[in-house]
């Protein structure tokens, strides 16, 4: 006999268990299917293992610099590779069980084991559970997985994807990373960090291709200083491997031997084809199809998260899920503009942005000015050594509107929510306070820079 509920979440990552615990908050009764571990790739092999890697290194990197400081540290600074994966185990496991703890704390029922819908308002779990599900409304929130090239496909121990790389045994001697991306550039921040001899090979003009091209060109200029090196324009025909090491094969000739072979182009969205099938499904590519309210094709069932492909973000995810439970409860909602959700790298500088950037406003025929402002003009940033970087704010002439921020820097991941408040905004920025001294005082000057009134900026340059 089949367990019955109002609704059926397959899919334990941000989006699903994010949509779960609001349908029950709703008084909904909600089922959660979940084949791996709770909290899905962000929380287990994304989000928060890299960035706990990431915050190893970056004290690592402080300790290196204390003379910088004036301080004077004895003895040799130098990573432990296996305590740094073990703090990061560590905090990755208290993290599940603690959304797992919070997800059955409102009610949610947990199934682990594999979900498909073998028709509308039907799921089949099989695996470390087996049971049938009736709901009303099943919401599908099936995630992503790393774009695996033919070419040169992951063997998962020479030829890696990101989650190998957050979890090797040893630090390699050498890295090729095949991508410029967010996960590329963070991957390649964490290893060079720890001694790794990392090459980023890039097939595109610049690092972060979504990004303006000056985000590239500075974040390539500080990672030459992190003795990482980067090439751009560069494509890969093949790699072969052999022994310990591995031969990255460029186009034009050129080769590069390596230890290990990252492969960091991106994810893909999956959802599997019996569900697809079962359902009728309208597909976008692998990405699950759904319009503004998440809704799929089919009556019933709604889609989150990296299945839909849209923004590929843990917080993406959530703001879809918000959306999809307010529906699958009776509620009637949409998703908004897309580009207001923050983007945001952890690298070494940070990079944040928010709105449209310079590039999608002159593919969107938009005529704007952009005020500057270098974080090398902050007293706390250099006060912290940390003043690499500029923010800058761009604004619409037609109507005077700010339509988007991009920041890269220290600590810009923290300000770019903040910023989110500039977009659409109109508001006398001479009217707003900063405290001083600090970092943030960076979006002041960028944001009346904009406007040609920044107290620190020449005439002249104006």
């Not at 290196?64 to 540290?73: I, K, P, Y």
């Not at 920025?429 to 406007?451: G, L, M, N, Q, R």
């Amino acid at each position: 006999m089949a367990d019955m509920f109002d609704v059926v979440v397959i899919g334990g990552g941000p989006g699903g268990y994010a949509a779960a615990i609001r349908c029950a908050q709703k008084g909904a009764s909600v089922a959660l299917v979940e084949k791996k571990a709770m909290g899905g790739t962000c929380l287990n092999v994304g989000c928060i293992p890299s960035k706990s890697l990431l915050a190893s290194v970056h004290f690592l990197t402080q300790a290196r610099h204390a003379n910088l400081m004036g301080l004077e540290v004895q003895g040799t600074i130098k990573p432990n590779w296996t305590k740094m994966i073990g703090r990061k185990d560590a905090i990755v496991a208290g993290f599940t069980q603690g959304v797992t703890g919070l997800v059955r704390s409102n009610g949610i029922k947990i199934f682990n084991g594999t979900g498909v819908a073998t028709a509308p308002g039907k799921v089949a779990v099989s695996g470390q559970d087996t049971a049938e599900l009736e709901c009303k409304t099943i919401i599908l929130a099936t995630g992503s997985e790393p774009i695996n090239i033919p070419a040169f496909p992951f063997d998962y121990k020479t030829i890696i994807s990101s989650a190998e790389a957050l979890s090797l045994p040893a630090i390699p001697a050498s890295m090729v990373i095949i991508g410029g991306g967010v996960i590329g550039c963070e991957m390649a921040c964490i290893y060079a960090g720890v001694g790794c001899k990392v090459t980023i090979v890039e097939a595109l003009s610049q690092l972060l291709p979504a990004d303006d091209e000056w985000v590239g060109t500075l974040l390539a200029r500080e990672f030459k200083k992190l003795g990482i090196t980067v090439m751009l324009d560069c494509k890969v025909n093949a790699v072969q491997t052999g022994g310990d090491q591995a031969t990255v094969e460029l186009e034009g000739g050129q080769s590069i031997v390596a230890e290990k072979v990252l492969v960091a182009v991106g994810r893909s969205a999956c959802c599997d084809d019996q569900t697809v099938g079962n359902l009728g499904l309208e597909m976008r590519g692998r990405a699950i199809a759904v319009d503004k309210t998440m809704q799929t094709s089919a009556a019933g069932v709604y889609a989150v998260g990296d299945a839909v492909g849209t923004t590929y973000l843990a917080h993406g995810a959530f703001q879809e899920a918000e959306v999809a439970a307010q529906n699958a409860t009776g509620g009637s909602q949409e998703m908004g503009d897309y580009s207001l959700i923050p983007r945001a790298v952890y690298s070494f500088p940070e990079v944040a942005s928010v709105g449209l950037n310079e590039r999608a406003c002159a593919a969107k025929g938009i005529d704007v000015v952009v005020g500057k402002a270098p974080f090398r003009s902050n007293g706390r940033s250099v006060a912290h050594n940390e003043a690499a970087g500029e923010i800058r704010v761009i604004r619409s002439r037609a109507d005077n509107t700010i339509v988007g921020v991009t920041m890269v820097g220290a600590t810009v991941t923290e300000l770019i929510a903040a910023a989110r408040a500039l977009i659409g905004s109109t508001e006398k920025i001479e009217d707003v306070c900063f405290a001083h001294p600090t970092v943030s005082e960076v979006v002041k000057e960028a944001w009346e820079d904009a406007y040609g009134i920044s107290l620190h900026v020449p005439p002249s340059k104006r």
